[in-house]
């Protein structure tokens, strides 16, 4: 069934997560495929949809939402979700998810992850800083072990026995995170392996990274 959504942006983690959401949900959607840096961000057109110029975009009914955070919690929120993913019910349930969301989305990703994007692969464009990437990546190693090993040692997922928002993110940091050959726990490792043999993992891999092979080692950023 569809309902008139557009995903605008694919090649890269952040529009992996849009993606990965409407396949868990099963929606059909059509993707335009506008990639970072290749300058279709920056086209009047799509500048007059998000003023940012940034990817992932997604377009439900004449309403426009950008940030992957923000596009997946709205999915999640507004369409029928599967049974076995996680819906909270209680005030305190929503507040966990939402902690989960903004640890995931600042201490793993736009903080040390895209610090290493900026000053490893763009450095051509913003300088290089071994330095910073260094200290970026230990920063990851820290939050990142202090906070997700003890939940995966209680449960399946981050937020329990079901499959949640949370967890697309925090595979789409461990996916960037593979690729810049940082090394996680076994824990974390066997975690990951487990979430890409997810069907909607796989199907969304496809279209998002349509010439690449499904291993989960893609980059991650929005630009």
């Not at 993707?31 to 920056?42: I, L, N, Y």
Request: proline fraction near 7%.
């Amino acid at each position: 069934m569809s309902h008139d959504i557009v995903v605008w942006g694919a090649g890269t983690g952040r529009a992996m997560r849009v993606h990965w959401m409407l396949h868990e949900v099963g929606l059909q959607y059509h993707c335009q495929p506008v990639g970072p840096r290749t300058g279709e961000t920056q086209t009047p057109d799509y500048l007059s949809l998000n003023p940012k110029g940034k990817i992932p975009v997604l377009e439900h009914q004449g309403f426009v939402l950008s940030e992957s955070v923000a596009i997946i919690r709205y999915i999640a929120k507004n369409f029928e979700l599967p049974d076995a993913f996680f819906v909270p019910i209680h005030p305190q349930e929503e507040a966990a998810l939402d902690e989960w969301c903004a640890f995931i989305a600042m201490e793993l990703d736009a903080h040390p992850l895209y610090t290493m994007r900026r000053h490893g692969d763009l450095k051509h464009i913003y300088g290089a800083a071994p330095e910073a990437v260094e200290s970026a990546q230990e920063y990851f190693l820290k939050q990142l072990n202090a906070a997700v090993p003890p939940s995966l040692e209680r449960h399946p997922y981050l937020m329990g026995e079901k499959f949640s928002e949370a967890d697309i993110l925090l595979i789409t940091c461990l996916d960037w995170a593979h690729a810049y050959d940082i090394p996680l726990s076994s824990a974390i490792v066997d975690y990951r392996a487990r979430v890409h043999l997810r069907a909607a993992y796989r199907s969304a891999s496809r279209m998002c990274y349509p010439d690449r092979p499904i291993a989960g080692t893609n980059h991650g950023g929005s630009e």
